[in-house]
């Protein structure tokens, strides 16, 4: 109900603390290109926002608890834990999800990568695991294998696929593509 | 179409990428969670936070009005009707089966027990309504400790039960007329080991959260569940809850992994079942990871006391085994027999003249315990693995050479075990040779050597295991001589469409393993079509009705004989069609390389699309032929495969922090034929990667009220991407020689194998500070507790 006049408020001057909530407030994300119009309680997730709202649900819900890496998105091109992260918290901002990573029907080369190295089983945390990869090598992070371990420590996977999932972040470092 | 005597390339063997990728890198699976109906409804769950009380009061007429609450009730409100959750695999007849209400109805009996549940509109709206049940407990004494549990006079975790001990099951090698007496075998010993292990307590934890959605609105219950059993599931909902067989329709769809741990009918999916029954609406429940760390069943959880009776020469004479196993408050599907499975492969890969086991079930106020990844074999093996060490260092022998005198030669095989197996094949010293040489295991032994002389801090060790395991699970008459509730046979349907694809389905049920290229890839093969010309059906019980699913690493060692078998079956179904085409008579048919031709004629045959299109039409086909191609097969295995391998572990210990780092790790296997090498080195990496959880990183503790004190992944720790080593992943090759394709199974070869591999390793590098154990996992803290206290058992 104020949620319109107090989101404007704060386009216009961003300083000011602004109370948006509690109950639904409106909140405009832009996701994969897209801008869509939510109407979402100020404590929403990102992550929630993203499923339950956006039906994007490439992104996973492995913890909501920020400790398996299943949920991670990038927003601003920067990786980040969608469940740790308020969705209003993204307004203006360009978030990205496994959805809008290939380029239509062609994939992103890291998703090919995966394909060729057989980097997951089960398939439940690679949507995160092939976000964070990607990140990865715009950060700079995967200079060699222990760097590669570390800074890709942040993404679970269970069926243990951690050496394909290198191999697949290497091809794609190299330049290499399938196999 | 004309067919020229062009063979098509092999499939088998081939290492296709797997056909189940393209949705997961793309996040278009349909994952329970992700499955909306149309009036859908969510449940939330109320937990015990107690380990144990008596339920005084219960009353859940105020969540009815917070806000979007449709419906609100506890395990009074259908104790008529929730019956008890079933146990499957009642060990003995004496058996104690507590009733396993799947909402608690007077007691509960661990943390994390339902007591209550909440639907709502939406999933927010149930969980904040939780808050509004009023509930009071009266504390009862918590029972944890399986040896006080047996005790007399022990505090009861069941008030209605008389005992804590479930069952008491006995298997002795003198009695079953397979070997000696080990009493016998230990007073005429030389050397008499004894040693205490432990199996902590272990969370499946698979990534994907349980989740089950439940349309029980008509007469038709349709029930999606993240699970590894839906045709098990179908089965134990009808005959629990007494709705027609042939109304209940489970679907398994896109499964996030499962390791055992869903290998369960759940309470959770009876009272998602009850909700919507209550509710008359579809309704949803996914747990929380915390729900699914507490309430999801736990796996080992054993205390081992091991007995190797030897003489001076390494040559064992005798192994006793007693083991009290921790059933948890409750029994699970297969709980009871998870031990069991593990009763035959304490004598491992060696020839014991003599062999006892006895294994006390035991329960305590704990979630109850279950099948995970290897479910009785990896505690096995670690045990024997172990003891093996230790006599080794008793008797001055290296731990490979003491393995080697005691180990069946390859020559002996069919061998009849001590335990009454027949190990079909085998060959462990190629297994061992090829391992010692991709460890460079006498260079290591050397450094090891110098590092000891020279006092180094950080000590290096070498851990061996030489393993095997029985998988293929399983014939049904040794599963009905075991009393467990169901047979072990598995099937697979090949339906041959008119334009000569083929769609296949099959009763085992994938969750990460690859079976939709797998099959494709047999299929390919033996009907000669193309792998992109196979689409394979699995885990809806309307598609796929008869099927034991997936576990025991059993999929492509059951169902791919049965997929064999229907496979030959379309063939001999096509040949008479054939010869129709090729004009010929049927005994001049031949098939091979993908066409029928007429004998000796290279040219000019027919292919399978040829024939299924001559069915299809079926204008003229000679008189008795059925118009299809269609075939099925259930096919029962005569006896478990039986895959091994050789796994050796370096690890460098810092004696002064305890850290352990794995510094090289050889895995070389032998899981018989390989159809998709590159799943099957997934598999071992995966499989290899929990069993050095286990070694290192993972326990689930209990306080001592019983409350879960790892209940995130904070305090439970899977091993990351930082945590593991690189696996040098290697396999030997001796075909199972009763299966059509060689397959014995893969799932849980690493899991067994890599357990005992490490933690000897980490033992080895700390002998000469005394140590001779380390309790798992062998936490920094432990290790250096052990170097410490300067010792172990002995």
């Avoid at chain 2, 699914?292 to 001076?312: F, K, N, P, T, Y």
């Avoid at chain 2, 099959?506 to 690859?514: K, L």
Wanted: net charge negative; hydrophobic share 40%.
């Amino acid at each position: 109900m104020r949620s319109n006049t107090q989101a404007s408020a704060r386009v216009e001057t961003p300083d000011t603390a602004v109370v948006r909530g509690p109950g639904d407030v409106e909140v405009w994300l832009s996701v994969n290109g897209a801008a869509h119009r939510l109407a979402i309680e100020p404590r929403v997730s990102l992550l929630d926002a993203l499923r339950d709202r956006l039906e994007l649900t490439g992104t996973k819900k492995g913890c909501n608890q920020g400790a398996c890496g299943a949920c991670t998105v990038w927003v601003d091109g920067e990786r980040v834990l969608s469940c740790l992260t308020l969705a209003i918290a993204c307004e203006r901002r360009e978030v990205r999800t496994i959805e809008g990573l290939a380029d239509g029907q062609t994939l992103h080369p890291m998703q090919a990568a995966f394909i060729a190295r057989d980097a997951f089983q089960c398939g439940y945390c690679t949507p995160g695991q092939i976000m964070s990869a990607v990140a990865l090598l715009k950060e700079g992070h995967a200079k060699d294998d222990s760097d590669i371990r570390e800074w890709m420590s942040g993404n679970l996977c269970r069926c243990a696929a951690y050496p394909h999932i290198r191999s697949a972040i290497r091809d794609v470092r190299d330049g290499k593509t399938g196999d | 179409m004309t067919i020229t005597s062009q063979a098509p390339a092999a499939e088998v063997g081939a290492a296709r990428k797997r056909k189940e990728d393209a949705r997961l890198i793309t996040g278009q699976t349909m994952w329970t969670e992700n499955i909306v109906v149309p009036g859908m409804l969510h449940m939330a769950i109320l937990r015990s936070p107690l380990g144990h009380a008596r339920i005084s009061r219960i009353d859940t007429a105020p969540a009815l009005r917070e806000p979007n609450v449709v419906a609100a009730f506890s395990g009074r409100d259908v104790a008529d009707v929730q019956g008890s959750l079933p146990c499957a695999w009642p060990v003995t007849a004496e058996l104690v089966m507590p009733a396993h209400p799947p909402l608690a109805v007077d007691e509960v009996c661990h943390t994390g027990e339902a007591v209550a549940v909440v639907v709502a509109r939406d999933r927010a709206s149930a969980v904040d309504a939780l808050a509004a049940i009023e509930i009071d407990y009266e504390p009862l004494p918590v029972v944890l400790d399986l040896e006080a549990a047996l005790a007399d006079g022990a505090d009861l975790v069941h008030t209605d039960q008389t005992t804590n001990k479930a069952y008491t099951w006995i298997f002795d090698s003198a009695q079953a007329g397979t070997g000696g007496a080990v009493d016998e075998a230990a007073s005429g010993a030389e050397v008499v080991i004894r040693r205490r292990y432990r199996q902590q307590r272990l969370i499946p934890a698979f990534m994907e959260p349980r989740s089950v959605v439940v349309d029980a609105t008509g007469d038709q219950v349709t029930v999606w569940s993240a699970t590894q059993i839906p045709h098990v599931l179908r089965f134990l909902l009808a005959v629990g809850t007494g709705t027609p067989e042939h109304r209940v329709r489970v679907v398994a769809p896109d499964v996030g992994g499962g390791f055992g741990g869903k290998l369960q009918v759940t309470p959770e999916e009876m009272i998602t079942y009850l909700a919507s029954k209550r509710a008359g609406r579809p309704v949803k429940y996914t747990e929380t990871r915390s729900d699914s760390l507490l309430s999801a069943h736990h796996g080992r959880d054993m205390i081992q006391d091991i007995e190797l009776s030897a003489r001076r020469d390494g040559t064992v004479l005798g192994l006793n085994v007693r083991l009290t196993a921790n059933m948890g408050a409750y029994l699970g599907l297969v709980g009871p027999g998870v031990p069991i499975l593990g009763a035959f492969m304490y004598n491992a890969i060696y020839k014991f003249p003599a062999y006892r086991f006895e294994c006390t079930g035991v329960f305590t106020n704990t979630t109850f315990t279950d099948a995970y990844r290897g479910a009785g074999r990896p505690e096995a093996t670690y045990a024997i693995e172990r003891i093996m060490d230790e006599l080794a260092v008793e008797v001055g022998l290296d731990p490979l050479e003491v393995r080697r005198r005691n180990w069946i030669g390859h020559e002996e095989f069919p061998f009849t075990t001590v335990a009454g197996l027949t190990y079909d094949s085998g060959n462990y010293e190629a297994a061992t040779d090829r391992a010692k040489q991709l460890l460079g295991y006498d260079e290591l032994r050397r450094e090891q050597a110098a590092r000891r002389a020279s006092g180094d801090p950080v000590q290096l060790g070498i851990g061996v295991s030489t393993y095997t395991e029985m998988c293929g699970l399983a014939p049904s008459r040794v599963l009905g001589s075991l009393r467990y509730g169901a047979g072990g046979w598995e099937s697979a349907s090949i339906r041959v469409l008119p334009t000569g694809k083929i769609e296949v389905v099959t009763g085992s049920s994938p969750h990460g393993q690859g079976h939709e290229t797998a099959w494709s890839q047999i299929v390919a093969d033996q009907l000669g079509v193309a792998f992109e010309d196979v689409e394979v059906l699995h885990g809806d019980t309307r598609t796929a009705y008869k099927g034991m699913d997936t576990y025991g690493s059993r999929s492509l060692a059951v169902g791919g004989f049965a997929l064999v078998n229907a496979c030959k079956k379309v063939i001999d179904k096509a040949k008479p069609v054939a010869a129709h085409l090729l004009e010929c008579d049927v005994s001049d048919v031949e098939f091979a390389d993908g066409a029928f031709r007429v004998r000796g004629t290279p040219d000019g045959g027919r292919s399978l699309a040829d024939c299924a299109l001559a069915v299809f039409a079926a204008h003229d086909l000679p008189d008795g032929v059925e118009p299809t191609l269609d075939a099925d097969d259930v096919y029962d295995p005569v006896n478990f495969s039986f895959p091994h391998g050789t796994h050796l572990c370096a690890v460098e210990v810092d004696t002064e922090t305890g850290r352990v780092t794995i510094r090289a790790y050889v895995a070389v296997d032998d899981v018989g034929r390989v159809v998709n090498p590159m799943i099957v080195e997934g598999q071992v990496h995966g499989g290899v990667a929990q069993g050095v959880a286990q070694a290192l990183f993972e326990e689930a503790v209990y306080d001592a009220d019983g409350n879960l004190l790892t209940g995130t992944f904070v305090d439970y720790t899977p091993p990351s991407a930082a945590d593991l080593p690189d696996i040098v992943s290697d396999r030997t090759e001796t075909p199972a020689p009763d299966h059509p394709l060689g397959t014995k199974g893969v799932g849980e070869a690493g899991t067994i194998a890599s357990t005992p591999a490490v933690v000897n390793a980490v033992v080895d590098a700390l002998r000469p500070y005394g140590v001779d154990d380390v309790p798992m996992p062998c936490t920094p803290e432990r290790v250096w507790q052990a170097i410490r206290n300067g010792g172990g058992q002995s």
